[in-house]
Structures are given as C-alpha cells and as structure tokens.
C-alpha cells in the first residue's frame, strides 16, 4: 500500500523558516517526479514545486521561487521542503504527492501557520 | 498562466441524478493533459481522471472525463452518497500547473 506522510508543519512567524518532509512507502520511491501541493484554508488547491526522479531538474509556482527549495533523498525514501521567508500567504495544509504532473498518491498533509 | 474556471460553482443534485461538472481553460491545454480530483471533508484529494479521459485505478465507471482544447467535462452517471464532494479540474500541459476553483457537489 502507497503511504505518504508528511511531517514539519507548525506555527511560525512571518520571515521565519520550516523544513517539511514527506516520508514515503509501498512504492519505488527513485521512479516517480514529486510535487509539494498547498490547499489554504477553505480555499482550492495549488501546486507548489515538483522535482525529477534524480533532482536533476526542479519547478516551482512563482509564488514561492527563491524562498523555497524542493529536495529529495532517495536512499532515505524522503521529499522536503525547505520554506524560508515565510509569508501570510503562506499559510496552507502541505500535501506531499506521487507525480509530477498529475497526482497518483497524496499524503494527509501538515498544517503550516504563518502569524505573529 | 493557463487560468482555468469550472461550473457552476455548486451542484445541487439528489442521489442516483446525473451530475456535469464543466471546466473551460484560458488557453488549449496540450495534449490533453488534463486531470479531475475529488475532495471530501479533512481528506486529500483523490485522482478520478487523468489525460482527460482515463479514469484511475479503482475508480468506478460511473465517473467519466471528456473534451479537448479548452472545454472538458466531468460526468457522474449516477450519484452515489459518496459521490457528494468537491470537485477539481487540473492542467498538467504547461507550467505553472494549475487547478480550477472547484465545484461542489451538494445533496439536495
């Protein structure tokens, strides 16, 4: 069974950082892209970052481009976000996703708070 | 930015009714690359459709995805009580990817 679960959400203050990860399971994690998808409160979802099976290549919405960085550690089955310069707007459930484009697999997602 | 408006924004059908949920592009969506989610309350979203047409694994044939270019549809044939969700329709042919609004699909 394909399980993703994410962990590293939390309240922080605006500026401040977080590092999301997202452990996984029940598949060959090396095969699939990965994304990062962030649903706001009550609002729809948004893509976030995705990143190649070998983290050759990443993408990212504008949005967050040159606050957060996208990784993975295949050898660990793991996907992180690093989030710097966090933002109100920020403010969202995290969700880890199986795909790079369309999303097979989703994790439950971690809340992140950003708010002083 | 490929923009992409679904309607109507809420569905309000009773069970065994057939449900159309719409989602227009602002620009061609290539290939077809185009996927429907849905979305129960505190819950992940799960994969109906993708390529426009191609249900998932494990999703009933009650639900079908149709269109091209612009115009793409979702259709419930028949609503079951679990079928009452939000729906999301998402462009995967050019970045930034990017998801519709949603549409909620009500008992009524």
């Known amino acids: 069974e394909v399980q993703l679960v994410e962990s590293g959400g939390g309240l922080v203050q605006p500026g401040g950082s977080l590092r999301l990860s997202c452990a996984a399971s029940?598949?060959?994690?090396?095969?699939?892209?990965m994304s990062w998808v962030r649903q706001a409160p009550g609002k729809g979802l948004e893509w976030v970052a995705n990143?190649?099976?070998?983290?050759?290549?990443?993408f990212y919405v504008d949005s967050v481009k040159g606050r957060f960085t996208i990784s993975r550690d295949n050898a660990k089955n793991s996907l992180y976000l690093q989030m710097n310069g966090l933002r109100a707007e920020d403010t969202a459930v995290y969700y880890c996703?199986?795909?790079?484009?369309?999303?097979?697999?989703w994790g439950q997602g971690t809340l992140v708070t950003v708010s002083s | 930015e490929i923009v992409l408006t679904q309607s109507p924004g809420t569905l309000s059908l009773s069970p065994g009714e057939r449900a159309t949920l719409s989602c227009r592009a602002s620009?061609?969506?290539?290939?077809?690359?185009l996927a429907w989610y849905q979305q129960k309350p505190g819950q992940a979203p799960r994969l109906l459709v993708y390529?426009?047409?191609s249900r998932a694994t494990g999703i009933p044939d009650r639900f079908s995805g149709s269109g091209s270019g612009t115009d793409f549809t979702l259709t419930i044939s028949r609503l079951e009580p679990e079928d009452f969700a939000v729906y999301y329709c998402?462009?995967?042919?050019?970045?930034?990817?990017?998801f519709g609004q949603g549409t909620k699909v009500e008992i009524k």
């Open positions: 990143i190649k099976q070998d983290g050759s290549e990443k």
């Open positions: 620009q061609s969506v290539s290939s077809s690359y």
């Open positions: 390529g426009a047409s």
């Open positions: 996703a199986r795909g790079g484009y369309y999303y097979v697999s």
């Open positions: 998402q462009q995967y042919g050019s970045l930034p990817l990017t």
């Open positions: 029940g598949f060959t994690f090396s095969n699939p892209w």
